[in-house]
């Protein structure tokens, strides 16, 4: 048994819902679960994963440690991560794996795209 966390983002009701029933909520959206075996975290992802299924438009990441993995990590997601940036907007982010370590990544700007010669800046996009 290991620790198990659930951070959700614009999740309907009955997502809080369950997840407080088999979780503990430690700040809003974020539940833990310090032993949750690995029978009973696959069926919460799984209940997650079928209301998903019908239409859901929000976030919800699943992490816990597992050993076999170079990072120590395992993380599952629905939905894509997204934040706002310093300015107000909008930033998309998607999360990939590198070597076994699972990085947040970020779109370049148009600025650094052009920076790095990738984008002509006089052509718009």
């Known amino acids: ?68 993995l170079p990072g120590g990590q395992n993380v599952r997601v629905l939905g894509e991560p997204s934040n706002d940036d310093r300015k107000g907007k909008t930033v998309r982010r998607s999360l990939v794996e590198l070597d076994g370590v699972f990085l947040s990544r970020t779109p370049l700007t148009p600025a650094e795209l052009t920076k790095l010669g990738i984008v002509d800046p006089d052509v718009p996009f």
Request: hydrophobic share 50%.
């Open 1 to 68: 048994m290991s620790m198990t966390v659930v951070v959700t983002r614009h999740v309907r009701g009955r997502f809080r819902g369950f997840l407080a029933s088999v979780m503990c909520e430690v700040a809003p959206g974020v539940y833990t679960a310090p032993r949750m075996n690995a029978a009973v975290r696959e069926r919460v992802w799984s209940v997650l994963e079928s209301w998903w299924a019908l239409g859901e438009d929000a976030l919800v990441v699943m992490t816990w440690p597992d050993r076999e």
